[in-house]
Each structure stands twice: as C-alpha cells, then as structure tokens.
C-alpha cells in the first residue's frame, strides 16, 4: 500500500508509540494486546525502510528500549480504563482522543452507542484517514486542538477528552485557552492528560531530557518540553470550576509495583516526572 505521508518532527512520536504497541502485541505476556497495531505498523514498513530518518529506522529495526515500551503500554492501558469506567456511567458518551496518532483506542473501546473522535495534526490525520475507515460513531477530525472550533461537533450531554503525550510539547498560554474553552462550551466535561513536572524544564534536567527526546529517542529537532506543572492540583487554581479527579503514575502498575519500584511508587519526586491527572471542568455557578 503506497502511502503519501508528510509529517512533522512532534507528530512523528505517533509512529514511536504505534511501534511500542506492537512490540508488546506480539510480546510473550503483553499488556495491552494491540493486535492491529501490528497490521498498521507493517503497512509503514515500506515507508520506513527507505526513509533517511533516524529514528524511521530505529523503528524499522525494532530498536525500541523495553523499559519505553512497558511504559507506553501501561499508560495507553490506563488511558482505556479512565474511558471504560466513564462509558460505565454514560454509555451513549462521547470520547475526544486527543492527539490521538496512529492509535486504536476507538476499536478497543467502542462499545456501540458512544460517540468518538480522533483529533490530530492534519499530517498525522491525512495517514490516518489512508489506514482508519470512519465508521457511523467513529469520526476523524483533521486540525490543531487549539483551533477550537471543533469543540462545536461534540453534542453529547457527557464528553470525556484524553490526551496522551500531547500538552507537555506545547505553551501553557494555549492549554490553559483549551482548557477555558472546554469548560464553556461543553456540560461539565472530564478531561485525562498526561503532565510533566514543572522543575524539569529548567537547568541540567531540562538539558539531559532533550538530550533523552533527541539523542536517545532520535525525535527531531522541533520536539521539546515546553509545559509543566508542580503538582496534580496546579491546574484547579486555573479556574474555580475546575476539580481535580485522581492522578496516576505508571509506577503505579501492578505489573511494576515490586521490590523497588515499590519504593519510587511512593516517591513523589519520582512517581511525579511525567505523569497523568484527571480532572473535571465544572461550569461556573
């Protein structure tokens, strides 16, 4: 399958995440047991094999460290579970993926009545929208998160947003806009996220995750932390409406949860680098 593809450096962390989700599909004991991402990642290989990128090859040989994997995987599992839970309450709701890349989550999730949306970058929309088929409640929509006219297809009385690796690589200035947005617009809305700590975007951390994103990853040249926060609840003094829910770390994970991981779970300096918080965006009374 010839694909046209045209892609910048932050949307390509899609395709690092869709190769974690194979390596464990086919994995002995995996996680997440994305099957189709093995179909979809073997599509790309062409394309792979004869790019000049560094990290398309890295992907095209497999080259991913376990640890990244075991931590995609854990977080995209839990990610599933938030919107499980929540279509438990509301099963005609409608899911706002995000950032959503080259993921599967609609197929993992769909349990017929709820309404879901993928929302990427238009270069990462226009590969998707080659290998993903819209279906009556599944719809792609092909524009920055930040052009918020979007949030006008969402009608359901309950929505549920989730953002995966997304908000941390872009201005706080524009989240928190977002985030105004969606609590005006929409009934209440819950939203997951993942967040970075605030204290790693300054100084010799700053520095040593860069070299992490750019070296080690072979992310491009544009992919950077830009966005953080302190703690879980930094983002409830944004607006008197907004209500912090719950936070989780993948340290967090039964899986990882032995000998010293156990004690990190319950470090906050470590649990809290690069973590997930749940939140509700209340109206205003």
Known sequence: ??????????????????????????????????RSSVNTLNVLKDYFSESKSALHKKLFQNKVRPSLVTYTVLRARKYDRYITKFMEKYPDAAIVNIGCGLDHRFERV????????????????NIKKQLFQEQANYNQISQ????????????????????EGVFMYCDERDVKRLFMAL??????????????SAKW???????????KLKKELKLGAGTSFKFGIPDS???????????LVDDWSYLDSDE?????????????????????????????E
């Open 1 to 34: 399958m010839a694909l046209n593809i045209d892609i910048n450096d932050i949307s390509e962390t899609a395709f690092l995440t869709l190769q974690c989700h194979a390596i464990d599909a086919q994995s002995a004991t995996p996680i997440l047991n994305d």
């Open 110 to 125: 769909n349990n017929g009545s709820i309404s879901f949306f993928d929302l990427d970058l238009p270069d990462i929309m």
């Open 144 to 163: 920055s998160v930040f052009d918020l006219d979007w949030i006008e297809k969402i009608e359901a009385e309950h929505v549920m947003l989730v953002a």
């Open 183 to 196: 609590q005006e617009k929409l009934n209440n809305p819950e939203i997951v996220f993942e967040v970075f």
């Open 201 to 211: 975007l300054t100084g010799w951390r700053k520095k040593l995750m860069d070299f």
């Open 233 to 243: 609840d930094a983002i409830v003094h944004w607006s008197p409406g907004f209500r």
């Open 256 to 284: 990882l949860n032995t000998g010293l991981m156990r004690f990190f779970s319950r470090n906050d300096a470590l649990r809290k680098v690069q973590w997930t918080v749940h939140y509700a965006l209340n109206k205003i």
